[in-house]
């Protein structure tokens, strides 16, 4: 799965058109600014983690970071992100494009509070120089997620 995956999921929502490609890299929350010059902090990450057999995505804001307590909190266990193997076998994207288009069934999509206090977000697309800008509604639509959870804190 790449960016033609998300592309293509996209297309049910006629956005498919709204992605934007790079001739740089956007894998990081700092290129990806630079790439659609806006702030770090606006750039929706996708975090990967495995609970149990299962693996799940949090889309988040560019300046946070896990809070370990309140991850445990939620989920019950400790935080453990997915290796590059099992990210490519159960969610279908590779590290710096991880997003929550076009993703493998079963995986659970969940959004940080941290991003509610934007009005549009850059999340990936599939490949290490993409990004969409979307609202937030928009995400909430296109990501199909589960629900809104605060288990980050901003740096």
């Not at 058109?17 to 990450?45: H, Y």
């Not at 975090?47 to 019950?76: Q, R």
């Not at 490519?88 to 206090?117: A, N, Q, W």
């Amino acid at each position: 799965m790449s960016i033609e995956n998300a592309r293509e999921y996209l297309k049910k929502f006629n956005t498919e058109s709204r992605v934007l490609e790079f001739d740089v890299s956007s894998a990081t929350v700092e290129l990806a600014a630079k790439a659609v010059g806006c702030e770090p902090q606006r750039i929706a990450k996708s975090l990967s983690f495995k609970i149990g057999d299962k693996s799940i995505l949090i889309v988040t804001a560019g300046d946070t970071k896990i809070d370990n307590p309140k991850y445990k909190a939620k989920f019950n266990t400790k935080a453990k992100m997915l290796t590059r193997d099992e990210l490519l076998e159960t969610v279908g994207h590779d590290i710096g494009g991880v997003c929550p288009f076009g993703i493998k069934d079963g995986v659970d999509v969940y959004l940080d509070e941290s991003l509610k206090r934007f009005t549009t977000v850059f999340p990936a697309c599939g490949s290490a120089n993409s990004a969409i800008e979307l609202t937030i509604d928009e995400l909430e639509k296109y990501s199909n997620f589960n629900e809104w959870i605060d288990v980050c804190t901003i740096r």
